[in-house]
């Protein structure tokens, strides 16, 4: 028996979104990684800029390492599950809203450069939770 894989001709709209799928998953992946070192590494001087208490800034990167490896796990899978993606979706989500609820509600004494910190964060996990969506929903509807 014969195995090929599929070219750009003979590639089937489901597997053209979950190789679509797969390569969102790495960027939010590596995306996630750099800013997770970067607030560990500059929790200091970042949280001088935006306002955030250092241990905030240490944990919030700590969560987001986490993240990432979630992410680079997931998207390593031979098969993504669409349940996880779901997950991942609805975890972007939650992040955007409370980058926006840190803005608004004001727990922390933000900077400016905070609050546009703040709102450039809720933009970029709203982007991917709309792309990994629009991906699993092609995926799965073509399957």
């Known amino acids: ?5 599929p ?3 003979t590639a089937t709209p489901s597997l053209d ?3 679509f799928l797969r390569l969102v998953l790495r960027v939010d992946s590596a995306s996630t990684a750099v ?3 970067v607030l560990i590494a500059a929790c200091v001087p970042l949280g001088s800029a935006t306002g955030m208490p250092v241990g905030f800034t240490v944990g919030f990167g ?14 390593g899978y031979p098969v993504i599950p669409p349940g996880l993606v ?3 979706i609805a975890v972007n989500a939650a992040s955007a809203v409370a980058c926006v609820t840190m803005v608004f509600a004001d727990p922390v004494d933000l900077t400016g450069f905070g609050v546009a910190f703040m709102l450039i964060g809720a ?3 709203t982007v991917y939770a709309v792309l990994e969506f629009a991906s699993l ?3 799965t509807a073509a399957a």
């Open 7 to 9: 070219t750009a001709d």
């Open 1 to 5: 028996m014969t195995h090929t894989l």
């Open 137 to 139: 929903r092609r995926m």
């Open 35 to 37: 800013m997770a070192v």
């Open 62 to 75: 700590i969560y987001q390492l986490g993240g990432a490896a979630a992410l680079a796990l997931i998207a």
């Open 17 to 19: 979104a979950a190789r």
């Open 86 to 88: 779901r997950a991942v």
């Open 123 to 125: 933009l970029v996990v």
